[in-house]
Nanobody, 121 residues
Framework: QVQLVESGGGLVQAGGSLRLSCAAS????????MGWFRQAPGKDREFVAA????????YYADSVKGRFTISRDNAENTVYLQMNSLKPEDTAVYYC??????????????WGQGTQVTVSS
C-alpha cells in the first residue's frame, strides 16, 4: 500500500511558477514509476509528466514540454513537478500517481488526493 500526498498548489499569475511536491509513504518508493496528471473543470483527467523508477527517464505532454520539469528524490520518497511560465489553461487539479509498471500507465496503482492550481490571466 502506498499513500501519496500532494502539496504546493495555489493561485499564481500567468507567467509565474509553482512547485508541486508529492510525498509517498512506504519503503518501496523507488519501485514505482511516478507521474503527474491533471483535471480541469468539465474535462477528462490528462497526463502531464512521468518519471522512471530511477529518475533517468522523463516524459511530458506536448502542452507542458519545455515549461514543466518532473524530478524525484528516492531517498526522500518524493516526486516534484516544477511548473514555469504558467498559463491560464494550466488551471486544474493536479494528481500524483504511482505505478508498479516500468513506465506510468493511464491506470496507475495509486493516486493522491489532488492539489488545486489556479493561474489567473
Amino acid at each position: 500500500q502506498v499513500q501519496l500526498v500532494e502539496s504546493g498548489g495555489g493561485l499564481v499569475q500567468a507567467g509565474g511558477s509553482l512547485r508541486l511536491s508529492c510525498a509517498a509513504s512506504g519503503r518501496t518508493f523507488s519501485s514505482y514509476a511516478m507521474g503527474w496528471f491533471r483535471q480541469a473543470p468539465g474535462k477528462d483527467r490528462e497526463f502531464v509528466a512521468a518519471i522512471s523508477r530511477s529518475g533517468s527517464d522523463t516524459y511530458y505532454a506536448d502542452s507542458v514540454k519545455g515549461r514543466f520539469t518532473i524530478s524525484r528524490d528516492n531517498a526522500e520518497n518524493t516526486v516534484y513537478l516544477q511548473m514555469n511560465s504558467l498559463k491560464p489553461e494550466d488551471t486544474a487539479v493536479y494528481y500524483c500517481a504511482a505505478d508498479r509498471s516500468v513506465l506510468i500507465t493511464n491506470k496507475p496503482d495509486y493516486w493522491g488526493q489532488g492539489t488545486q492550481v489556479t493561474v489567473s490571466s
